[in-house]
């Protein structure tokens, strides 16, 4: 097997990495500006990709947009071993051309093991082939490798989120479409047909945060927005969903550090 290696390029990272004892506090839910490919060699866990939920085993892949959140929550009783490549397709034509086959409209494309080619992993392996070369043909190499990476994966079935979607992920997608709406948690369980307690649970597992927390953020983000673009502090408010200004006031100082009417001002001097 591949010795664990790494490979920094201007627009690109790759590597491989192993770990026989593999600590869950070592998983950070995180996101950046670049795609990122995960293919796990050996392990076993969950991919969370923006609260979509997926059976992480070996052979398995994720494709990632860039700025979706995602994670994995790994079983530390199995070794865990992963090929990961980030890379922004901006600088490398033939890459950004590759990408305009991928459907990433949920945030990310999973990829059972029983779905990819039996090649793929010999594809990645080419790693120790980079390693070999001389460091001025590096660059090249990677990129040809990411480029028979991504062919490969353009061809192969993808398990969406609508087909293996958990309730918290569900949920997500409602409460975006209803923002500006009454969002009781009495209203939300009896859409999805479960009791309160389970609905709180089930989204805080999958999503890392309260019902109220994320609406909470959510609506003074999209106040924020609205204001910025000349909408008045109590307009704003009342568009969001929070029919109590002082509550909507408290929220936007803690979730922005300023108050509504800083923000209202800032907007209107945009439009001066």
Do not use: W
Not at 74 to 94: C, L, T
Not at 189 to 205: E, I, T
Request: a neutral charge.
């Amino acid at each position: 097997m591949l010795k664990p290696c790494g490979f920094h390029f201007p627009s690109m990272t790759l590597g491989y990495a192993s770990d026989p004892t593999p600590s869950p506090e070592n998983f950070h839910r995180h996101l950046h500006d670049t795609y990122e490919i995960l293919y796990v060699v050996g392990g076993r866990g969950r991919y969370i990709i923006e609260g979509n939920t997926y059976a992480m085993r070996s052979g398995t892949l994720i494709l990632v947009s860039p700025y979706t959140y995602h994670s994995v929550e790994i079983d530390p009783g199995v070794p865990y071993a992963r090929f990961i490549i980030n890379f922004s397709p901006s600088a490398m034509p033939e890459i950004a051309k590759i990408m305009e086959d991928f459907d990433l409209c949920e945030g990310g494309l999973f990829y059972t093991a029983a779905s990819l080619s039996p090649s793929l992993s010999s594809v990645f392996e080419k790693l120790e082939v980079l390693a070999a070369l001389p460091k001025s043909h590096h660059a090249t190499y990677a990129q040809l490798i990411l480029s028979e990476i991504l062919i490969l994966l353009s061809t192969a079935d993808t398990t969406k989120a609508e087909e293996n979607e958990a309730l918290g992920a569900r949920v997500i997608k409602y409460l975006n479409t209803h923002i500006e709406k009454d969002m009781s948690l009495d209203k939300i369980a009896g859409h999805f047909f479960v009791s309160k307690y389970y609905l709180c649970r089930a989204f805080k597992r999958h999503n890392g945060i309260s019902i109220h927390g994320y609406l909470t953020q959510k609506r003074v983000m999209y106040a924020k927005q609205l204001m910025e673009s000349g909408e008045t502090a109590s307009g704003a408010a009342y568009r969001v969903g929070f029919g109590d200004y002082s509550a909507f006031y408290r929220a936007c100082l803690k979730v922005t550090g300023h108050s509504p009417l800083t923000i209202q001002k800032k907007g209107d001097c945009a439009d001066e």
